[in-house]
């Protein structure tokens, strides 16, 4: 026996994805957890406004920090404010029982690794800003795979963070209670910062992939996207 059943397809995409077998449930959940940054704007539109702000901040970084790494004379404010901070530094060592030697021994290996520490940061600074352009292209192109480096980069900072804060607080606890536990509180608060950023581009990228799912449905030819909607389809029954 044979029955005809005239079934008309939705072409709603996210309609016809829900009725895909193997549309991954986890993500759906995943991207209905979290659709709003800062409670006001999409997390695609806070993966971007994040992006700005790591590009303006490490930007604003670099300002001080170039004039001193190629030793300008016309704007160096850190190079001017140098040996100020030294003495300030110096007399916090003496107050602490350190000898004139000693302070002075300290200061000196501060000063001589000063010049390597901001080589450092400014590149790192660059390659945040490199990461922080590719996922805006990312998110405006939809691309999600250009959103990893800034993922991964965000994850390895958050966790280098916490533990290089944690220990110069257990450090400072040592010396002074007060500013040890202000300074942990401090670290607190921007890794719940940080973390809270992470997940909204953790979102937004976990959003895309359920787009690029939803949307790369098998293609069909033309004789069969004439036909979808009137043709009969046959079911033989036994």
């Known amino acids: 026996m044979s029955v005809s059943l005239n079934r008309t397809f939705d072409t709603d995409p996210v309609r016809f994805g829900r009725l895909l077998p193997r549309f991954p449930p986890t993500n759906l959940r995943a991207a209905r957890t979290m659709r709003k940054c800062c409670c006001c704007i999409s997390v695609h539109g806070g993966s971007i406004f994040l992006a700005i702000l790591g590009i303006t901040l490490c930007l604003l970084e670099l300002v001080p920090i170039m004039p001193f790494l190629l030793q300008w004379k016309s704007f160096n404010p850190i190079q001017e404010n140098l040996s100020h901070a030294s003495y300030v530094f110096k007399e916090i060592l003496k107050e602490h029982n350190a000898t004139e030697e000693?302070?002075?021994?300290?200061?000196?290996?501060?000063?001589?690794?000063?010049?390597?520490?901001?080589l450092v940061e400014a590149i790192l600074s660059g390659v945040f800003v490199v990461f922080c352009l590719l996922m805006i292209c990312g998110v405006a192109t939809k691309k999600r795979k250009l959103m990893l480096p800034y993922l991964t980069y965000l994850m390895a900072a958050i966790v280098i963070f916490v533990l290089v804060g944690f220990i110069l607080c257990g450090l400072l606890c040592f010396v002074n209670l007060i500013s040890g536990l202000v300074g942990l509180i401090l670290v607190l608060?921007?890794?719940v910062l940080m973390a809270y950023f992470w997940r909204a581009?953790?979102?937004?990228?976990?959003?895309?992939?359920?787009?690029?799912?939803m949307y790369s449905l098998a293609p069909m030819d033309s004789h069969s996207k004439r036909n979808q909607h009137n043709s009969p389809q046959q079911f033989d029954l036994a």
């Open 189 to 191: 608060v921007i890794t």
């Open 102 to 118: 000693e302070a002075d021994q300290i200061v000196a290996n501060g000063i001589s690794m000063a010049w390597i520490g901001l």
């Open 201 to 213: 581009v953790q979102m937004s990228y976990k959003e895309l992939g359920c787009q690029d799912y």
